[in-house]
């Protein structure tokens, strides 16, 4: 009799974003007629520059990656003015959270995060069989978070800003609050801001400066990824920045060449790639006004963001499941969030042309 952990059991499988070839197969759209608004992916695609190293590495398969990830440390470390000691690399910062996880959580341990939040920092706590708690509303408020904190006392406490899958952003008062009741508290705080350089772009008050974050903090840790603005999300390239004890600690339980030589110089290429972000930013925060428009054109609430998606609100007398899978039916793939108990739908902005689609599909299936 094999004896799985019981609370392995109870883990949710991680539900990703519908894949073209889904609606190809099942409803045989055209490949590129397929509009996947799903993701948060870079709709302008793989940086250039990154193109242009894997191509260039691509005969170095055979050998074992730099271990040491000595220079992508190293640019990363120099972006954000600290010390390679206080970086670390992931398999995407997905993995960053999985080594977060580890060093802190077992069967009698707490998480507190918002309540609508990133849905891998649940899973990875139930892989220790520690316990979720959640505030009220998907916001980071920090009078729900602080009486939270003192009331469990959790282990970690998670910040998603921007906010994923609802795309408002915190306040830095409100940040430096929470970390601080976390503090005094003995929890590790995971800032994540896989969405950052879309908001330090939309609006530089929600900008979180990881630097000035570990200066003041030592139980901080700043989640970055390549998977979103960078365009790198099949690469799984993302960082931790904390201070040299917790990095230390997450060091231990990093599995050797956790990421491939590939991987590493795309990541390393896209940090130089500046047109392809700027193009990147100002197409996207074009477009994002464009889904406001539509938005309150069509009578529909949305959340407002500060992501590289938007967050509508449908209103009481229409599904979003019904939505979504009308949408789906003709090709274009968003996210419903009627799995996080929200009557909402979460679309990734794209390309001009892809929005126009998104925008009169989605006008039919609210007639
Ligand atoms: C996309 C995302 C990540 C990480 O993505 P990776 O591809 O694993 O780097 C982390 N947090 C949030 C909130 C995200 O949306």
Do not use: W
């Amino acid at each position: 009799m094999i004896e799985i952990k019981p609370y392995i059991k109870n883990i949710p499988v991680y539900e990703a974003g519908k894949p073209v070839e889904l609606a190809v197969r099942e409803f045989g759209i055209a490949e590129d007629e397929v509009v996947k608004l799903a993701s948060n992916e870079n709709p302008l695609g793989t940086p250039p520059k990154a193109v242009e190293a894997i191509k260039k590495f691509a005969n170095k398969a055979h050998l074992y990656p730099d271990d040491s990830m000595y220079r992508l440390k190293g640019k990363l470390a120099n972006r954000f003015g600290v010390d390679d000691k206080n970086v670390i690399i992931g398999a995407g910062s997905d993995q960053v959270i999985s080594f977060i996880s580890h060093i802190l959580l077992s069967e009698d341990k707490k998480i507190l995060t918002s309540a609508v939040s990133f849905a891998m920092y649940d899973i990875y706590a139930k892989h220790h069989g520690a316990k979720v708690i959640k505030t009220k509303s998907y916001k980071h408020l920090s009078n729900e978070f602080i009486p939270l904190i003192k009331e469990h006392k959790p282990s970690i406490v998670y910040i998603c800003t921007p906010n994923n899958p609802t795309g408002d952003a915190t306040t830095k008062e409100e940040i430096y609050k929470i970390i601080e009741a976390s503090y005094k508290s003995g929890a590790v705080a995971v800032v994540d801001g896989a969405y950052m350089e879309y908001a330090s772009y939309l609006c530089s008050d929600y900008e979180i400066n990881p630097k000035e974050l570990i200066q003041k903090y030592p139980n901080v840790v700043y989640l970055g990824t390549f998977s979103k603005a960078y365009g790198l999300g099949g690469m799984r390239v993302g960082y931790g920045i904390a201070s040299k004890e917790l990095i230390e600690d997450m060091m231990r339980v990093r599995p050797p060449f956790n990421i491939t030589t590939l991987s590493m110089e795309a990541a390393i290429s896209a940090l130089d790639d500046d047109e392809f972000i700027k193009q990147s930013l100002e197409l996207h925060s074009k477009e994002l006004i464009r889904y406001k428009e539509f938005a309150k054109e069509s009578g529909l609430d949305y959340i407002e963001s500060y992501t590289n998606f938007i967050t509508y609100l449908m209103p009481n007398d229409l599904n979003s499941t019904d939505i979504y899978k009308y949408l789906f039916q003709r090709g274009v793939i968003v996210r419903d969030l009627a799995s996080y108990g929200m009557n909402a739908l979460r679309i990734t902005v794209g390309t001009e042309k892809q929005n126009d689609k998104l925008f009169s599909v989605l006008s039919e299936a609210i007639k």
